[in-house]
């Protein structure tokens, strides 16, 4: 993962539907309306757990980048993302400190991001209500396009200076009927994606805290940094 735990938790837009495009528009919701029952679900969050896929599209890289494993968020302030492939990794932030793990290169990092912690999870975007996201991003509704019927888009545009210079815009789908994640994007100004599919999303599964406690073994080099959260670091 690269600096980021602020996973933009969005929605979905409808799909275009042949011949009665015009009447289902007409019933389609407002984004007030959207994101009025977007913030219901979000108050009655307190774990979430999912499968994902992350496809990584970058200038650097010759061909896109998939990866995929599970994701858990107890709120307010504890995620983990654990890769299985193409490498084991686990990328954790609970109790104001961060901590990357990876077992084949014998490799961790830690870091007290005290400081940081609201700028990452705002960054992401995960169990926070609209009217926090407000505060930092213009939210407007679209089209999802065709390959993601049953849902709503959301867009979210950045707007601090500081932010803009890493991030272009957050594009995130919620399914239309439980207003849970299906997919975030997003971009940055050079135009490289990452794109995060769930699958299997799970609300208010029975999650032990002890999840977020990495216990790392003696032969491991641990340094300061954030090179492994997407959004913050480098990328994996």
């Known amino acids: ?34 994101l009025a ?17 992350e496809t ?9 980048m998939i ?13 983990m993302w654990e890769y ?7 990328f954790v932030i609970a109790k104001d400190e961060y901590v990357g793990y990876f077992p084949a290169r014998k490799r961790a990092e830690r870091r007290n991001i005290q400081r940081w912690r609201d700028q990452i999870f705002r ?8 009217g926090e996201l407000k505060k930092f991003y213009d939210i407007r509704l679209e089209e ?17 200076r500081r932010v803009k210079k890493r991030m272009e815009s957050v594009r995130f789908w919620v399914d239309r009927d439980t207003y849970l994640p299906i997919k975030v994007e997003y971009r940055d100004p050079k135009g490289n994606t990452r794109v995060i599919q769930f699958h299997k999303m799970q609300l208010n599964p029975d999650l032990s805290a002890g999840l977020y ?6 032969d491991v080099t641990v340094t300061t940094g954030f090179g492994g959260i997407h959004g913050l670091g480098s990328t994996h």
């Open 1 to 34: 993962m690269n600096r980021t735990f602020r996973v933009a938790l969005a929605i979905a837009g409808i799909a275009l539907i042949p011949c009665t495009a015009s009447s289902e528009t007409a019933t389609q919701p407002s984004l007030d309306q959207v």
């Open 37 to 53: 029952r977007f913030d219901e679900v979000q108050q009655g969050v307190a774990t979430l757990s999912a499968q994902f896929t």
């Open 56 to 64: 990584t599209v970058n200038e650097l890289l010759k061909e896109p």
């Open 67 to 79: 990866a995929r494993g599970q994701f858990y968020m107890t709120k307010p302030d504890s995620v």
């Open 84 to 90: 299985s492939t193409p490498e084991s990794m686990q």
């Open 123 to 130: 960054f992401f975007g995960l169990g926070q209500v609209s």
């Open 144 to 160: 999802p396009g065709p390959e993601m019927k049953g849902a709503y888009a959301l867009v979210l545009d950045p707007r601090k």
């Open 213 to 218: 406690n990495l216990s790392l073994p003696s």
